[in-house]
């Protein structure tokens, strides 16, 4: 028979792999070695430095199969399971590491993220709040970042303002924490704010075209047209696929009475993206 991990070749009477560990027969259990364990780690990770992604998951779940209580290889399987795109999996072994070492911040950090990402926003805000307790002494802008989105998405606006604050503070070059502050300023109603937040972002990272085009809509909504057209001009020559900003740009134009440059924009976004029920109604109302 063939190792399912290494593929050396066994003898079918073989219970385990002599070479790398791995259980050859289903149902088999027993305590591997720490060299077995760092044979097979140094193997999964060969695959994931390889793109190797299904050959790491059976190589983890190798070692799991015969040391279940291996926190970083429940981590290490459910990044993989993550990459695969195995969200539920990857859920699952994220916690089967907590459960094992429940000071595991990259754990916790990982799973909040998860969370996030599928809209199951208490629960990221639990486990970015645990990262938090974990290791107060340390300072962690991503996570104070990450908290915040979670937050913003419940629709805590100015709890998630608080968490990108503390970003900013720790990390006052932070674009996306800046960005994202400038989104619940804008939220709030405190555009001027809002752009203050957008332009620092923007000084970290120019061609930012989905900050660019938030600006534009900022400085729109202050009445500052002028500005927000050329700020949505410049999102759209970075990113000329952009539909939402060849729709604002549009809205832009039909606010200073250029309606042919309006229409001209509502037709760009609705060729992009013609799903756009909104923009249509637009185009058709100047039509």
């Known amino acids: 028979m063939r190792c399912p991990v290494c593929e050396e070749e066994r003898e079918q009477s073989h219970t385990f792999c002599f070479t790398c560990g791995a259980a050859l027969q289903k149902g088999q259990h027993r305590h591997i070695t720490p060299e077995e364990a760092q044979r097979l780690l140094e193997i999964s990770f060969g695959f994931e430095i390889n793109n190797l992604i299904n050959q790491a998951i059976e190589a983890y779940e190798a070692i799991l199969e015969v040391s279940p209580h291996y926190a970083d290889v429940h981590f290490k399987l459910a990044v993989a399971y993550e990459a695969a795109g195995r969200i539920g999996k990857a859920i699952s072994e994220y916690k089967k590491a907590i459960n094992v070492n429940p000071q595991y911040v990259n754990a916790h950090r990982k799973l909040g993220e998860l969370y996030s990402d599928e809209g199951f926003f208490d629960d990221a805000i639990n486990e970015f709040s645990t990262v938090l307790k974990i290791k107060q002494k340390h300072f962690y802008a991503d996570v104070h970042n990450n908290l915040g989105v979670a937050l913003e998405r419940a629709s805590r606006y100015k709890l998630a303002m608080k968490h990108y604050q503390k970003a900013i503070e720790?990390?006052?070059?932070?674009?996306?924490?800046?960005?994202?502050?400038?989104?619940?300023?804008?939220?709030?109603?405190?555009?001027?704010?809002?752009?203050?937040?957008?332009?620092?972002?923007?000084?970290?990272?120019?061609?930012?075209?989905?900050?660019?085009?938030?600006?534009?809509?900022?400085?729109?909504?202050?009445?500052?047209?002028?500005?927000?057209?050329?700020?949505?001009?410049?999102?759209?020559?970075?990113?000329?696929?952009?539909?939402?900003?060849?729709?604002?740009?549009?809205?832009?134009?039909?606010?200073?009475?250029?309606?042919?440059?309006?229409k001209y924009s509502y037709e760009q976004a609705i060729q992009l993206d013609p799903s756009d029920a909104r923009t249509e109604e637009l185009l058709n109302s100047l039509k």
Request: net charge neutral; proline share 3%.
């Open 170 to 262: 720790i990390n006052p070059n932070y674009n996306r924490a800046h960005f994202n502050l400038g989104n619940v300023y804008c939220a709030l109603d405190l555009f001027d704010k809002g752009v203050e937040e957008y332009r620092l972002a923007l000084d970290t990272n120019p061609r930012d075209a989905l900050c660019l085009n938030n600006l534009g809509i900022a400085l729109a909504t202050q009445g500052r047209l002028e500005e927000a057209r050329d700020v949505l001009r410049k999102a759209i020559a970075i990113q000329p696929n952009y539909a939402r900003a060849h729709r604002n740009l549009g809205n832009v134009y039909f606010d200073l009475r250029d309606l042919e440059r309006a």
